[in-house]
């Protein structure tokens, strides 16, 4: 390896990440690095030897590195070589073609947006939602259309991380997987520490802003008329942004609070703390968040109170006010299968995680 010149790493992505900290990787896999290993990257152009490169470095940074041995850890680490991943949907956005929803004009425009809807709320109080005026229509109707408003404003609000990820030339995955005991469909963003830390936050908080930009449109519709179908929307995506503030789980609001503080294993790191017998080492980001995982549970408790038990009593109040038929019947019905899969998940989880369990080790 050190004979002739060494591989050409000029694919890897070398982003500045703090005083010497540099964040290196390959679109799929991302290692941090001080400053000194980001020069040897930099110097591995596939036209220098391992002597040429060592040279070079410690003429710039007055350190001498090893290189066939930096190089062989990058090639342990999975970084030699891009990633092969199939081609999926969302690889057809360019970046040109959703650049402009987060332009200066665009942020403009959602001021404007949210000055009205404030203006509205003001002149109209009861534009705001409440869950006894949110039942329309018979209860069934609601149930099946509150159901698939769910799932279809969760899917924008993934797809606004889709549009931010891809106007910064970063690969994007939608897929299904679990907060706690909570189902969730997720976006899968790597690459995003391939592009400043600056620049990140667009990704992350770009399903919170879309949310934003439908409750704020929401609003101006009740205040011209009452539309059923915009206070769902509203009550909805008001939910989605409380939602993610419950950071004591991997929401939008904790990758954004983890990349203001530079900690990259901010939640491994507040376990860690939180079993310390020495936690003084630890940053204050770290002790900061430490505490939102201790009271995260109530959180959790305080969401699902104030949010989920409401809109099932309402639900289920406005059936029992129905004529005796079948579709009230089918209304519970819905509603009690609903809580039966909750109830399934969450008992589930308790048994798998209970401390009385016998483990197989391998």
């Not at 066939?68 to 949907?89: I, Q, S």
């Not at 909570?182 to 592009?195: D, E, S």
């Not at 008329?225 to 929307?233: E, I, M, N, S």
Request: net charge positive.
């Amino acid at each position: 390896m050190t004979a002739g010149p060494l591989p050409d790493l000029s694919y890897l992505s070398v982003v500045a990440d703090g005083p010497d900290d540099y964040v290196i990787g390959n679109g799929e896999t991302f290692v941090n690095v001080p400053g000194v290993a980001a020069a040897v990257v930099e110097a591995l152009d596939g036209t220098r030897t391992a002597v040429q490169a060592r040279a070079l470095v410690l003429a710039e940074r007055g350190v001498d590195v090893d290189v066939a041995e930096f190089v062989t850890g990058l090639d342990a680490a999975g970084l030699l070589g891009r990633p092969m991943r199939p081609p999926n949907l969302w690889d057809r956005i360019r970046p040109g073609h959703v650049a402009w929803l987060f332009s200066r004009p665009a942020h403009a425009a959602l001021a404007v947006l949210t000055g009205c809807a404030l203006a509205a709320a003001v002149a109209r109080p009861d534009v705001l939602p409440s869950f006894a005026a949110l039942v329309w229509s018979d209860s069934l109707a609601f149930t099946v259309a509150f159901a698939a408003g769910s799932w279809l404003l969760v899917l924008v609000h993934e797809l606004g991380h889709i549009a931010a990820a891809r106007s910064l030339g970063v690969r994007a995955e939608l897929s299904l997987g679990t907060r706690l005991q909570f189902l969730v469909v997720q976006t899968r963003i790597t690459g995003i520490w391939g592009v400043p830390r600056r620049a990140r936050y667009r990704a992350y908080l770009a399903g919170m802003r879309m949310d934003w930009f439908l409750v704020c449109a929401a609003s101006c519709v009740l205040y011209v008329a009452d539309v059923p179908v915009a206070r769902l929307v509203m009550v909805i995506c008001l939910s989605q942004i409380a939602w993610q503030f419950l950071f004591f789980m991997r929401t939008d609001v904790y990758y954004a609070f983890a990349n203001a503080s530079g900690n990259k294993n901010l939640m491994a790191d507040a376990q860690a703390y939180l079993r310390a017998q020495r936690p003084r080492t630890a940053r204050r980001s770290v002790r900061v968040y430490a505490w939102f995982l201790v009271v995260g549970r109530v959180l959790g408790l305080a969401f699902f109170a104030l949010y989920t038990v409401p809109v099932t009593v309402a639900v289920c109040r406005r059936a029992l006010a129905e004529p005796p038929g079948w579709q009230p019947v089918a209304t519970l019905a819905v509603v009690g299968a609903g809580w039966a899969l909750y109830l399934a998940v969450l008992v589930r989880r308790l048994l798998t995680s209970a401390p009385w369990r016998t483990r197989r080790g391998s």
